[in-house]
């Protein structure tokens, strides 16, 4: 069955920083992949999505994702962190029917 | 895209009543998902609301316990009913747009329920 897992329930960063989230993906042919992020007290944020084409996609808020498929990983990153960033993140594998299995997410803080 | 709103954004309800949670879509869309996010954890399909036919539940979800209503293409409700502090979690409601090249999901801001 499609999954993705996120690997690290929780990473700290110091503002400034470069942050990478880890996603990885089971599946038998190429998946489509998003990010999502939920500030607290919040709904779903879509960051970006990977359908087809370019393996490094980018999203809002400065941040990028890389398919790799030898990996079976869709990790997602950015440069340097804010501290409005800190949130939790979630990979979502869309499934058919327009519905999506989410992996169990990551809670990013970020240090002053 | 599509914005999605739910009420009410919180309640605190006692054990054995139930609540009805609304969902908004501000265009029309085919289709509708609940979702559940107990505390701490991920979100978990709880069905499809199908328009003008009954829902499509889940493994582990049944409609007594979460009768879904969709009346036309932008708005359903979720009810909770018999409530336990197990079903203490975030109800998020979500619609999906079909995109050019695949369908893309937008959530609501979600409804916090906590049972006492």
């Known amino acids: 069955a499609q999954s993705v897992t996120q690997p690290d329930i929780h990473i700290t960063v110091s503002e400034g920083a470069s942050l990478e989230l880890r996603c990885n993906y089971s599946?038998?042919?190429?998946?489509?992949l998003f990010w999502y992020v939920q500030s607290p007290g919040q709904g779903l944020q879509l960051l970006l999505k990977?359908?087809?084409?370019?393996?490094l996609v980018q999203g809002i808020k400065g941040f990028e994702a890389e398919f790799k498929r030898s990996q079976s990983s869709f990790n997602l990153r950015k440069p340097s962190v804010h501290w409005s960033d800190a949130a939790e993140y979630f990979c979502?594998?869309?499934?058919?029917?327009?519905?999506?299995?989410f992996g169990d997410g990551t809670t990013l803080t970020v240090k002053p | 895209s599509a914005v999605i709103s739910q009420k009410p954004s919180r309640d605190i309800c006692q054990r054995g009543t139930s609540l009805t949670i609304q969902c908004q879509v501000d265009?029309?869309?085919?289709?509708m998902f609940w979702y559940r996010q107990q505390p701490g954890q991920s979100l978990t399909l709880i069905a499809t609301?199908?328009?003008?036919?009954?829902?499509?539940?889940e493994s582990g979800f049944v409609i007594d316990k979460f009768p879904i209503s969709r009346p036309n293409l932008t708005f359903s409700t979720l009810t909770v009913s018999n409530m336990s502090p197990e079903d203490s979690s975030i109800y998020l409601c979500?619609?999906?747009?079909?995109?050019?090249?695949?369908?893309?999901?937008?959530f609501g801001p979600g409804t916090r329920l906590t049972v006492l």
């Open positions: 979500s619609a999906a747009i079909a995109g050019e090249e695949g369908n893309e999901q937008f």
């Open positions: 599946y038998g042919a190429t998946p489509y």
């Open positions: 990977y359908f087809s084409g370019d393996t």
């Open positions: 979502a594998f869309p499934l058919n029917a327009g519905k999506s299995t």
């Open positions: 265009s029309q869309v085919t289709m």
């Open positions: 609301a199908n328009q003008g036919s009954e829902a499509t539940y």
